[in-house]
């Protein structure tokens, strides 16, 4: 894959922690975007589950580009062309959908599809892809499973999403086979809707200080 599906997965492993982003109006995507980068949470993936995805994606890019903005739960092609008009940065879909990453892959768009068996990471191999979401991380058998399931495929990373919180999150960041972990539990749906931003800023500070924290031993 090309160097910037390199670059960004580095950057996503040093960031750690990507928040996993709901937004159902536009217009919470500044407020949202400047807690996080106050708090030295400089990413965020917005998920295309709402039709305030793309706007919102491109308020984020045009007005913090230093926020690594990438879409979510990208389901089709036209989402994938939506996001990447909007400016994100990256793809990341809960699946392993050929279509999606061969389309991706053949224009040199970053994609991050999910994976939680050996076929899926092995179809991603094959296209060049060895930094790959784990999702859905807790239910497929949390940190065990990818330690157990990574041993014949050392060079793969994961950015495990699905059940992680900051009580969690450590144990995962602690495996050699984990760039980063996916999260929402600091940007939480009704925390946003109801305009609480300081109090998502003071979450993410907490998500940082633990790896922080934890980096440091």
């Not at 990447?84 to 392993?96: E, T, W």
């Not at 599809?113 to 991380?137: H, M, Q, T």
């Not at 929402?184 to 993410?204: C, H, P, Q, R, T």
Request: aromatic fraction near 8%; charged fraction near 20%.
């Amino acid at each position: 894959m090309n160097n910037e599906y390199r670059d960004i997965a580095a950057r996503l492993a040093e960031i750690a922690i990507i928040p996993v982003i709901k937004l159902d109006n536009p217009e919470h995507a500044s407020p949202l975007a400047e807690a996080l980068e106050k708090a030295g949470l400089p990413a965020a993936e917005v998920t295309f589950r709402t039709d305030a995805a793309a706007r919102s994606i491109e308020i984020i890019s045009e007005k913090f580009p230093g926020v690594l903005t990438g879409a979510g739960t990208v389901l089709t092609i036209d989402q994938v062309k939506s996001a990447v008009d909007s400016g994100a940065r990256f793809i990341v879909s809960p699946g392993f959908n050929p279509r999606i990453v061969d389309y991706c892959v053949d224009r040199g768009i970053p994609v991050y599809p999910g994976v939680n068996n050996p076929s899926g990471i092995e179809a991603a191999l094959e296209r060049g892809l060895d930094v790959l979401k784990f999702f859905p991380a807790e239910a497929s058998g949390g940190i065990k499973m990818i330690n157990a399931m990574s041993a014949p495929y050392g060079k793969v990373k994961f950015m495990a999403t699905g059940g992680i919180n900051a009580s969690n999150l450590i144990s995962y960041l602690e495996s050699p086979y984990v760039a980063a972990c996916g999260g929402s539990w600091m940007v939480k749906g009704d925390l946003i809707n109801s305009g609480k931003f300081d109090e998502i800023e003071k979450l993410s500070v907490e998500a940082v200080g633990l790896v922080k924290t934890w980096r440091s031993k």
